[in-house]
């Protein structure tokens, strides 16, 4: 089958010949049957079903699989800041669970509202209002609605090869061609520009971000009606990280043209990078942040915006209304994995393996050409491979071939961009775990790029 460059934007590729290998020489007859049995009755998606692997078990930084193996999980969809089975998440959920196990629409209850507290206690500015969803993508939704109902403007600039959801509107301002290709007409007004890239930008090496926002202010000069810029601040599956500059100068045009600005911290927020919050980092205050993935502790989908105090303008709409929106069981595990990650010196332990990963990754590149790249911050760091270093050629083959042979040796990880191994390990792993992760992946690179 041949498979389009954008189909590997975002994860392996899961029909491909080496999946097909993988699978022959390492599952058991009894976990292929019952991956058989999945694929007979979901409906088939790139990336998803059929699946890899069937996980019978998680715990801290491992999941294990029907065969009795032990992962690593470096991937985790970026739920797992605290680990899987965290008993103090899973403590607060089954006393809320016994207590309150839902929460009817129209009514509130303590616990969502001592999170909320949490969040603005935690969020720098006039960050002061919250609205809670059930996931990421909707999330969004509530983020692109209110930038409507504020500035009375339709339309939104985001990036080329951005990811923010996969419902119809969030693949309408999302930029990765695997989720938007083919399905037609998508939501008015959704414009995009050119994302930062330190490694692979458009206009040559050494861009700082400065051509591309020397477009994007172009841009608004000409486009009106133009509510919201909507961007992760740091993207989490390649990697990339534009300089504070960059964003100060973004909050300074945001200011200029009278539009919002919204960050989209679904993946990377709560520790992360080190800090709370990502654009912590960059020093400025943004007018929405959307929150998701780790929020719930790995346990129960949570996610929602947080707003600037004078964003509280759409009394007479509803923007979410969901049927979870202030869950009591999802705000009392969120509040847990924050109380967690404070009382545990996570933002800490991030920082510091941070650094450590950015030391390890450095010296790795300079015994392996193929690495091309290394783009760490906290415990979020991606290598990036390539069969020349001078050209710049993506190794897409082989970065697939390391992945599986990771995989055989018990690290699972994303791989992003067709060539971009994406590392997301849980704030709770040690260095000696790093260490063991750091050298499965040393070998792998060392057996694809010599045979």
């Known amino acids: 089958m041949d498979f389009r460059a954008n189909t590997r934007t975002e994860g392996d590729i899961n029909l491909s010949s080496e999946r097909r290998s993988f699978q022959e020489a390492w599952l058991s007859p009894e976990t292929k049957e019952v991956l058989a049995e999945d694929s007979r009755y979901f409906l088939h998606q790139s990336m998803s079903t059929p699946c890899l692997n069937v996980i019978t078990n998680a715990e801290g930084i491992y999941l294990e699989d029907m065969d009795g193996r032990k992962i690593m999980d470096f991937h985790g969809n970026s739920v797992h800041q605290v680990g899987y089975k965290n008993r103090y998440v899973l403590d607060a959920v089954m006393a809320q669970m016994e207590n309150l196990p839902f929460l009817p629409r129209r009514f509130t209850n303590p616990v969502a509202i001592r999170l909320a507290q949490k969040l603005?206690?935690?969020?720098?500015?006039?960050?002061?209002?919250?609205?809670?969803?059930?996931?990421?993508?909707?999330a969004i939704g509530l983020a692109l609605k209110l930038a409507r109902k504020a500035t009375g403007k339709f339309k939104t600039l985001s990036t080329w090869d951005s990811f923010h959801g996969a419902s119809l509107d969030a693949i309408s301002v999302g930029g990765e061609g695997v989720f938007r290709n083919g399905i037609g007409p998508l939501l008015p007004g959704s414009e995009h520009m050119m994302p930062y890239n330190s490694y692979r930008s458009i206009f040559g090496d050494h861009d700082d971000g400065t051509y591309s926002l020397n477009y994007l202010e172009y841009m608004l000069e000409r486009e009106e009606d133009v509510g919201a810029i909507l961007l992760e601040p740091v993207r989490s599956t390649d990697v990339q990280i534009p300089p504070q500059a960059y964003f100060q100068r973004l909050r300074r045009l945001c200011d200029q043209y009278g539009v919002l600005l919204i960050l989209d911290e679904i993946?990377?927020?709560?520790?992360?990078?080190?800090?709370?919050?990502?654009?912590?980092?960059?020093?400025?205050?943004?007018?929405?942040?959307?929150?998701?993935?780790?929020?719930?502790?790995?346990?129960?989908?949570?996610?929602?915006?947080?707003?600037?105090?004078?964003?509280?303008?759409?009394?007479?709409?509803?923007?979410?209304?969901?049927?979870?929106?202030?869950?009591?069981?999802?705000?009392?595990?969120?509040?847990?994995?924050?109380?967690?990650?404070?009382?545990?010196?996570?933002?800490?332990?991030?920082?510091?393996?941070?650094?450590?990963?950015?030391?390890?990754?450095?010296?790795?590149?300079?015994?392996?050409?193929?690495?091309?790249?290394?783009?760490?911050?906290?415990?979020?760091?991606g290598i990036e491979l390539v069969t020349n270093r001078h050209t710049k050629e993506k190794a897409v083959g082989h970065t697939e071939k390391v992945m599986y042979l990771c995989m055989e040796k018990g690290l699972s990880f994303k791989v992003s961009s067709g060539n971009v191994i994406t590392l997301v390990p849980p704030l709770i792993t040690t260095q000696r775990q790093l260490d063991q992760a750091l050298a499965i992946i040393e070998e792998a690179i060392g057996i694809t790029f010599t045979t």
């Open 120 to 138: 603005v206690q935690l969020a720098p500015g006039d960050l002061n209002k919250v609205l809670f969803t059930p996931g990421g993508t909707s």
């Open 267 to 381: 993946p990377t927020a709560f520790g992360r990078t080190g800090t709370m919050f990502v654009h912590e980092h960059f020093g400025i205050v943004p007018d929405i942040v959307v929150i998701g993935k780790g929020f719930g502790g790995g346990v129960f989908p949570m996610a929602g915006i947080i707003a600037r105090e004078g964003l509280d303008v759409a009394q007479d709409i509803s923007l979410g209304h969901y049927t979870h929106e202030k869950s009591s069981v999802g705000c009392a595990a969120a509040l847990a994995t924050i109380e967690f990650i404070e009382n545990n010196g996570l933002l800490e332990h991030a920082v510091q393996m941070g650094a450590y990963l950015q030391q390890r990754l450095t010296e790795m590149m300079q015994r392996h050409e193929a690495i091309g790249d290394v783009r760490v911050i906290g415990m979020l760091a």
